[in-house]
């Protein structure tokens, strides 16, 4: 019985395996890294272009005109007769205006609140 032993197959070391695939990793990220820093982004596709913002600020303000109108007591005309003449537009009485407007008074006074709720107590 002439049995030969076959040869065992070449061991593999493990540093050229983790080597090598470090070396892999390294040159995929890089390879990845300048395609975006080159602005050719994978994941955004072709068609993504951001669309152009158009902001119009616009500052409102509003303006309040008070207008203050005195109103002037007319003129006392003397005459002879107690009637108008012909033709003539009686004045419509005057009135002067008050220093100050004042409020109305009130009709009644506030309703009082509602009392107190009883406390309740339980008994076992």
Do not use: C, W
Request: aromatic share 2%.
């Amino acid at each position: 019985m002439t049995d030969r032993r076959r040869p065992a197959p070449p061991r593999v070391r493990p540093p050229l395996v983790y080597g090598s695939a470090i070396a892999a990793f390294v040159i995929a990220g890089g390879g990845l890294s300048a395609q975006l820093a080159s602005g050719n982004d994978p994941s955004l596709g072709a068609g993504a272009v951001p669309a152009p913002v158009n902001t119009v600020r616009r500052v409102e303000t509003k303006v309040i005109v008070t207008t203050v109108v005195r109103h002037r007591a007319p003129k006392a005309v003397s005459t002879a007769s107690s009637a108008p003449p012909r033709g003539a537009v009686a004045a419509a009485p005057s009135v002067q205006p008050s220093a100050a407007p004042q409020a109305p008074a009130r009709a009644t006074p506030p309703a009082s609140p509602a009392p107190a709720p009883q406390p309740t107590t339980r008994s076992s």
